[in-house]
């Protein structure tokens, strides 16, 4: 468990099956944690519970989910990921959604990312951590920013929502930039 200035991030249990089947069933969330992306669309409560089996069996060496709570209450706000770990190159990918809509643009999420890049640099020793977003989701780019991600690129016309296309855009930090910008 891993405890930061706005939330707590913890191992995922069975019981907040419940949470996400909500926020993957919300257009909302769904929008904007995923753009679109016909994996995280909508659900069936036999599809999350499949779906948790899996992920709490992950070997953290590989992935791992963890549960964002808020600290002030310990409601279960969102969610928090790693994958993608390579310790022979020293690379990772993160991700972070926040399922309630009244927690958006208060800093958790920030908070719940701050706390995976503290712990894959200080626990894994890696070099490089990367997410990504889509280029009309200006809040998550301005977040990434403020934590010391630097924008890499872009995947032209990669998403489609809503009947339009928008730009995919990588960010990356290095353990070197983490360090002076903490």
């Known amino acids: 468990m891993f405890e930061g200035n706005l939330v707590r991030l913890r191992a995922l249990r069975s019981e907040d099956a419940e949470h996400h089947l909500r926020w993957r069933n919300d257009p909302e969330v769904v929008r ?3 753009a679109g992306d016909p994996c995280f669309g909508p659900v069936t409560a036999e ?3 499949l779906g948790f089996d899996t992920m709490l069996r992950l070997s953290p060496r590989e992935s791992a989910v963890f549960t964002v709570e808020d600290l002030a209450d310990g409601r279960v706000i969102g969610m928090a990921d790693y994958r993608d770990l390579d310790p022979y190159a020293g690379v990772a990918t993160l991700g972070v959604t926040i399922g309630e809509r009244e927690f958006w643009g208060r800093g958790h999420g920030s908070d719940a990312l701050r706390m995976l890049v503290d712990h894959l640099f200080g626990g894994y020793g890696l070099s490089r951590l990367e997410l990504d977003t889509w280029s009309g989701n200006e809040r998550a780019q301005r977040a990434f920013a403020r934590l010391g991600f630097r924008e890499e690129g872009r995947r032209r016309s990669a998403v489609l929502l809503d009947g339009r ?3 995919r855009v990588l960010f990356g930090v290095l353990r070197e930039e983490w360090a002076t910008s903490v």
Do not use: C, S
Request: aromatic residues 22%; hydrophobic residues 55%; without cysteine.
């Open 165 to 167: 296309r928008y730009d």
């Open 47 to 49: 599809a999350v519970g």
């Open 32 to 34: 904007w944690a995923a």
